[in-house]
DNA sequence: TATGAATGAGTGTTCATTCAT
DNA sequence: AATGAATGAACACTCATTCAT
């Protein structure tokens, strides 16, 4: 069994290299220019050895979408308290994300790519009575957090939970879209998250209700988490 | 030189009919999806004519862009009473845009492009000491004006102002990018209108100096303009 | 006007040309092994410029044939003496196939591409009552010939035209197929024509009626004919 | 010795059922698309042992055809009445064909495949003085009936066994090859055996010599023989 | 003996750009 | 000035075959 095992573990090891070669050249050098003979060569592989792992350029990329963003879920609910309140679940959430950057840049990748993938991200933008599709858990987490918000009387009751959710994902992945065009030298991470922080912020006051304590809105930043 | 003139003007013609057929082209079908011969072809040119007005594909497209922004800067200073505060300025600012967008929905592209074109848009977003590249008189314009909120009090003084305004382009970009995508018989202008203006307005009352009174910061949707 | 003539003149010439060397290819090697690329090299051209041509291989590879059956179809139809009988068509219509053979060896391939491009060719053999789709003039005239012959009492009533036609293409097809294969050096178009010939009239024989006189289902050879 | 005795039992039985899954994919899904993998996939074996066993893909699918050919020629000689003419032996054939096929409609695979795997099928058809591959049995089998019929005075003393033998497996194949085209529901077994009798009956009469009782070349079809 | 991971040449097709006329 | 034919590198994807284990 021990020869079984380690074919499989084998076999999960290459797939994390070619993910990981993946990710590596996404990062340097955007979605668009990332060909699958560039990824075979990165990861000093044939071509066919590539198609042996995902059968499909969109299943490689979809994976490293769905594995940042597994990663990030197991996270986020492993950690959370219970009972939270809408903005407190925000902030945590914000606060997940934080930590994990720390950990490895290419949480940058969860958004950016989701826009590759699924080009109808996020979603119909403009239909606004219906539901994305059920994979979109990062939309529905975010949208039940601002609802929650604005039942428990911390949001402006007029705000539309989906607009805003809708509103928060689009600005991330087009800030990290953006910055995935840089070439990687000229990238500062930490600008990046203090430019996604103030962002976040300004929303956040922007769908407060009238009255609400500024303080309560704040956000933490990369310096401040450790 | 009579005959110098005519061939300037001819020239001059040629151009704008590239440019429009382009657009049309645009509107249609989405960035990606159009090519050097598709735009020939509907400006029943040769490709390699194409060629002799335009040395790159690039810029073709950020002619186009140019040129929008360019009707809109002259639409807008025209227009524009002496003397506005940094709020009404933006406001006004986005009366125009709403203005134009009734005449032209190509409008759209504006921001559609500058994503194609300019992929280090909206330059370098994360140094935050460079002085962007000088043709990106939107992102100065709508920085200055939010400057000077700062300065009359409206806006909170921590504001910083070339964050906000890059936030502002960049939501503004990303909206318009997903509706370009979408076929253009299912694209709904006046949700995409309202999009933008619930987005704007959010922003607004996330830089809102404290105490701010909130009917000062609400924006005209399409209907209410004519 | 003489340039315009000319560019259209090289364009049907370079046509011509690639249609030529695919030809010989085909000859060659066979329907399978034949790819754009080695057109491409046949013909001295950049697999684009193959596509400025034919924007499809299927679309070359029916050119081929199309060709063809119109070269054959129009001397066909030139030539033929007005109301002839059934049996006599069928004789004519072999003559001219000798005489085009012996003009030029690839009346072999409108046969063996027929069944490439169409593969449901010839057609769904087996639903005798659907009648085949429109382009399959061959089927059509043959069949109408025997159907001819029958009416004339020459055939043997209980023919079914359409089996008939069907069986005679389907037999031309694989012998020419078979040959297709065979190393273009090994390949004897006399012995082709004189087992097509053999097999044609058998086919007559045994779909003729009980009495009539043998003799008048002779077919020439290609010996006899000049 | 025992052992050895096991080995080759089960090597042999490996054999068979790689032979029984390809058999079924063919079936299927026709010659083109089945490949190696999927031959694997089916046997439950990796492709390396595939290659243990049939050392080219060509091997794997002539066996089949060979494997096909010696059930049917022992199932012919087992049954067949000793003494029989040449007419009788043809007829009996037939029902043979039909008996068979009633078992198992995989006899469809005998002349399909000996398209792909011989290319020089039926042999170089056009070099009459050649004797063919003795592999060819049903070519030889064939012929040999003919020939006798021709000797008894059935058939024309003109016609050329080797011509005709050739015919009718070539006939056969190519009706069949077009089958296999077809998705397997589509397929009409009855209307192929029908086909298939028809222009063997056609056959019959065409090369019997004049004078010879139409009805002695009367085939049976399937629904006549149980 | 059996595995299945790895290969690499191959497929048809696209498209921005160049250049002889 | 204008043409449009030509290019060639790029694309995602396939598959019979090999070979270290």
């Known amino acids: ?15 994390q290299h070619i993910l990981r070669c993946t ?25 066919g050895t590539l198609y042996l792992y995902f059968s499909k350029k969109e299943d490689l990329f979809k994976e490293i979408c769905d594995e940042a963003a597994e990663r990030f ?4 609910y492993a950690a959370m308290p219970p009972d939270m309140s809408g903005l407190d679940a925000l902030k945590f959430c914000w606060r997940c994300y934080l930590d994990m950057f720390g950990e490895s840049e290419d949480m940058i990748l969860i ?13 119909n933008p403009f239909d606004a009575d219906q539901e994305p599709d059920s994979t979109y858990i990062f939309y529905t987490l975010i949208r039940d957090m601002i609802r929650q918000g604005v039942t428990e009387g911390v949001f402006d009751p007029e705000v539309k939970e989906k607009v805003i959710a809708r509103t928060l994902l689009s600005l991330f992945s087009y800030i990290v879209e953006n910055v995935a065009k840089l070439p990687k030298r000229e990238r500062k991470p930490y600008l990046l998250i203090e430019e996604i922080r103030q962002t976040f912020e300004i929303i956040l006051r922007g769908i ?13 930043g990369l310096s401040d988490s450790r």
């Open 111 to 123: 958004f950016n790519m989701k826009y590759y993938i699924a080009s109808e991200f996020p979603f």
């Open 23 to 47: 990710k590596e050249l996404l990062m340097e050098h955007g979605v668009d220019s990332v060909g699958m003979a560039d990824i075979a060569k990165k990861a000093e592989l044939s071509k």
């Open 208 to 220: 407060a209700r009238e009255g609400v304590e500024r303080s309560l809105l704040r956000l933490p």
């Open 73 to 76: 879920l197991k996270h986020f």
């Open 1 to 15: 069994m021990g020869i079984q095992d380690r074919r499989e573990r084998e076999k999960s090891e290459r797939r």
